[in-house]
């Protein structure tokens, strides 16, 4: 069975650094577009970035330019989010997902369009 298996989340203070991990179990997630979102606490989940199949192009939510960065590794299976300058407000669970019907170069922005989940990971920013 296909899964995708976050990791990394924690606890840290305004300011500081995380960085989230999402491994595929199967090697043809090298061939998906993948994405992050997250979930505030009495909140609606929303994106967070995206990643096209290829690696070459990203896009994020103005709340997280210029301080979050998605990647994939070489493999492709693994997709990363490192968080910088984390703040209070970034507080969420935080989910990766896959999509399996894409073009090399497409990005996806809306949770509607992936089709695997993980399960979430805490990420918590203390003032």
């Known amino acids: 069975q296909v899964q995708l298996v976050e990791s990394g989340g924690g606890l840290v203070q305004a300011g500081g650094s995380l960085r989230l991990s999402c491994a595929a179990s199967a090697r043809t997630f090298s061939r998906y577009a993948r994405g992050w979102f997250r979930q505030a606490p009495g909140k609606e989940r929303e994106f967070v970035a995206a990643i096209s199949w290829s690696g070459d192009r990203t896009y994020y939510a103005d709340s997280v330019k210029g301080r979050f960065t998605i990647s994939r590794d070489n493999t492709k299976t693994t997709v990363y989010l490192q968080m910088n300058s984390l703040k209070p407000e970034d507080t969420a669970v935080y989910y990766c997902?896959?999509?399996?019907?894409?073009?090399?170069?497409?990005?996806?922005?809306?949770?509607?369009?992936?089709?695997?989940w993980g399960q979430g990971t805490q990420v918590s920013v203390s003032s």
């Open positions: 997902a896959a999509r399996t019907i894409a073009t090399m170069t497409s990005l996806y922005l809306t949770d509607y369009e992936y089709e695997y």
